[in-house]
């Protein structure tokens, strides 16, 4: 790789100044994949403090390379088979911070839906919506798989519930009951009339 030595990362000052608190810090930091500045091909980079904190040690991975170690995650069946395990789930979409739906690779235009995303990952806190009888209709998680200043693996996970199997054996439990009622109301009027 010997295009990418001899890089002056002081023309990039945002990035320089990452890569000094990386160098500064005690931990190792993993960057999202990316393009090398003199070829663009795409790499994953990881950045290690030395000892003595006066040097830092980059490490790149080729986009081809990344594939031997990383297996594809297929989004639309962890949705089924999710949605085997938990009737109750209607849909679950994960959403990028550019609002693409992950597995589907549509980007959401729904602006209402767009907010609340923007709204879960500034705040990086969960969000709930309800139902008029109280039971979550939506809820979106917020997750972030790589807790560095290098990477933005910031994900929002939307899952929508189906409480209709739930009203209708709610439904199916109310009329025994009210049957069951009228049986002792007729069974007590025949008692006392006889």
Same mark, same amino acid.
């Given at each position: ?5 001899? !890089? *002056?990362?002081?023309e990039f000052k945002d990035f320089y100044e990452i890569l000094?608190? $990386? ?7 993993? /960057?999202?994949?990316?393009?090398? !500045? ?8 990881? %950045?290690?403090? /030395?000892? &003595?904190?006066? @040097? ?9 390379? +990344? ?6 995650? &297929? ?15 209607? /849909? =679950? *979409?994960?959403? &990028? ?7 589907? @690779? ?11 995303? &923007?709204?879960?990952? /500034?705040s990086q806190k969960d969000y709930i919506i309800k139902n008029? *009888? ?5 809820? %979106? ?8 200043v290098l990477d933005d693996s910031k994900k929002v996970i939307? =899952? ?16 025994? +009951? +009210? ?10 009027? $025949?008692?006392?009339?006889?």
């Amino acid at each position: 790789m010997p295009q990418a030595l001899g !890089i *002056d990362f002081k023309e990039f000052k945002d990035f320089y100044e990452i890569l000094n608190k $990386v160098r500064e810090g005690d931990k190792i930091q993993i /960057s999202n994949v990316t393009s090398e !500045i003199r070829t663009n091909q795409l790499r994953k980079w990881g %950045y290690a403090p /030395s000892y &003595d904190h006066k @040097y830092l040690l980059e490490v790149g991975l080729s986009s081809r390379e +990344l594939m031997k170690y990383i297996e594809k995650i &297929d989004y639309i069946q962890m949705e089924k088979t999710l949605k085997s395990k938990n009737p109750y789930i209607k /849909s =679950l *979409d994960v959403y &990028d911070v550019h609002h693409v739906i992950l597995g589907n @690779y549509v980007q959401e235009n729904d602006p209402n839906e767009k907010k609340i995303i &923007d709204k879960v990952l /500034s705040s990086q806190k969960d969000y709930i919506i309800k139902n008029e *009888d109280g039971f979550i209709s939506k809820e %979106y998680i917020f997750i972030k798989t790589f807790a560095n200043v290098l990477d933005d693996s910031k994900k929002v996970i939307r =899952l929508e519930y189906d409480y209709n199997a739930i009203y209708k054996k709610i439904h199916e439990t109310n009329i025994k +009951l +009210l049957m069951f009622i009228c049986i002792f109301i007729s069974l007590i009027v $025949v008692f006392l009339v006889a």
